[in-house]
């Protein structure tokens, strides 16, 4: 598993753990431009809107797990 600490050779900045909430994934979701071009993550943001009523819980899940493991 990657992390960001072993990527810096000096002392890594503490990341303040501001939890992102699920209300704040909607509301990006909802802000994208609607485009079936896909992102880095080989997602558009089409297929992003068609399943956003299913997906806050789990992606809030994991940017915060994300955010507070450093990784």
Not at 1 to 21: A, D, G, H, R, V
Not at 27 to 44: E, M, V
Request: hydrophobic share 35%; proline share 7%.
């Amino acid at each position: 598993m990657f992390s960001l600490k072993e990527s810096f050779p000096y002392e890594f900045p503490q990341i303040i753990n501001i939890p992102i909430t699920e209300t704040q994934v909607i509301r990006t979701i909802s802000s994208l431009k609607n485009t079936t071009s896909c992102g880095f993550g080989g997602l558009s943001s089409k297929a992003l809107e068609l399943c956003s009523s299913h997906i806050p819980q789990p992606i809030t899940f994991i940017f915060n797990k994300s955010l507070n493991c450093s990784i």
